[in-house]
C-alpha cells in the first residue's frame, strides 16, 4: 500500500511539474523492439514425501539416523537427569545451608544448566547435518529426474505438494508426476 501511495506521489509531482513547465517538442516513438510471444505455462506437482519413502536407500539412510540420533536422545536425557537429581539435592539441603553455601550450589547447578543446554545444542547441530550427509545423495538423484522431467515435459514449474507452507489448495490429479518420477527412480537402479 505504501508502495503504491508513493508512486503516486511521485507521479502527480512529475504531471505538476510538466504541466509548469513550457511545451518541449514530443520525443519519436520508440523503434518496434522483436518480442517473442511466451508459450503457455505449464505446471506440474510431486509428493516428496511419497517419492522419498519409495526411493532406494532412503529406508537404510533413515535407519541409520535413527540409530544415531537415539544415541544422542540417550545422552541428553542422562545429564538431564543429573540435572534434576541435583537440583532436588539442592532443594532437599537448603534448609541447612548457609547463604555463601547456596549461592555456590546454585551456582553449580547453574553451570549445569548451561552445559545440558550447550550438548543439546551440539548433537541438534551434528543429528541436522547428519540427516543432510545421508539424504543429500538421494535427493540429488531425485531431483536430477524431475529436472529430467521437467526439461522432457517442457514444464514451466514443478511443486512439491508436501512442501511447509504449500500454496497448492487443489489440483488437477493429471498433473501429479509423482508415479513418473517414481518410475524412473525405478529403473535407475
Known amino acids: 500500500m505504501k508502495r503504491v501511495v508513493v508512486v503516486c506521489l511521485a507521479l502527480a509531482g512529475t504531471l505538476q511539474a510538466a504541466a509548469q513547465a513550457p511545451a518541449a517538442p514530443a520525443p519519436a516513438p520508440p523503434a ?30 533413515e535407519s541409520t539416523f535413527n540409530k544415531e540420533v537415539l544415541g544422542f536422545k540417550e545422552e541428553v536425557q542422562k545429564l538431564s537427569q543429573q540435572l534434576d537429581s541435583a537440583t532436588q539435592a539442592y532443594e532437599q539441603a537448603t534448609i541447612a545451608l548457609s547463604p555463601a553455601a547456596k549461592q555456590q550450589r546454585l551456582d553449580q547447578l547453574r553451570q549445569m544448566q548451561t552445559r545440558l543446554q550447550q550438548r543439546t545444542d551440539e548433537l541438534q547441530q551434528r543429528a541436522q547435518q547428519r540427516e543432510a550427509e545421508l539424504l543429500q545423495p538421494i535427493q540429488a538423484r531425485v531431483n536430477s529426474i524431475i529436472q529430467g522431467l521437467r526439461a522432457e515435459g517442457n514444464y514451466s514449474f514443478i511443486f512439491d505438494a508436501d512442501a511447509p507452507g504449500n500454496p497448492i489448495v487443489a489440483a488437477d490429479p493429471a498433473l501429479d508426476l509423482t508415479a513418473k518420477v517414481l518410475q524412473r527412480l525405478q529403473s535407475a537402479q
Open 32 to 61: 518496434p523492439r522483436a518480442t517473442v510471444a511466451p508459450g503457455p505455462l505449464k505446471f506440474g506437482f510431486v509428493s516428496s514425501r511419497q517419492i522419498l519413502q519409495r526411493t532406494p536407500g532412503y529406508a537404510a539412510a
